[in-house]
């Protein structure tokens, strides 16, 4: 079984920053690609950025030079830094990996969610 432990969330002021990390543990072959969704009250999940083990990264045109997504592959961590921040990405924010398994299977996998409150 695998787990993503997000941390990081927490409240900010408009124009600051914030640095979102995910872990992955557990019994897997190796992470495909790892990425962050967001989620604001009311509205759907979107993605926010992915990046794939040979360091291909995705990002939403909202988020498109504010946001930058890093990854360790020797400690299986996604790491999300947030700059310029705005009202608007309040949200809780999920962490996603694709794994494969010990079977070679791909699985996906979410985190728990951490909130990102930007508010002044």
């Known amino acids: 079984q695998v787990q993503l432990v997000e941390s990081g969330g927490g409240l900010v002021q408009p124009g600051g920053s914030l640095r979102l990390s995910c872990a992955a543990s557990g019994s897997f072959a190796s992470i495909f690609a790892m990425g962050w969704y967001l989620q604001a009250p009311g509205k759907q999940r979107d993605l926010v950025a992915w990046?794939?083990?040979?360091?291909?990264?995705n990002y939403a045109d909202s988020v498109k030079g504010r946001f930058t997504i890093s990854r360790d592959n020797a400690k299986n961590t996604v790491y999300l830094q947030m700059n310029s921040l705005k009202p608007e990405d309040t949200a809780v924010y999920y962490c996603?990996?694709?794994?494969?398994?010990?079977?070679?299977?791909?699985?996906?996998?979410w985190g728990q969610g951490t909130l990102v409150t930007v508010s002044s």
């Open positions: 990046i794939t083990s040979a360091g291909t990264t």
């Open positions: 996603n990996a694709v794994v494969v398994s010990t079977t070679l299977s791909d699985v996906e996998v």
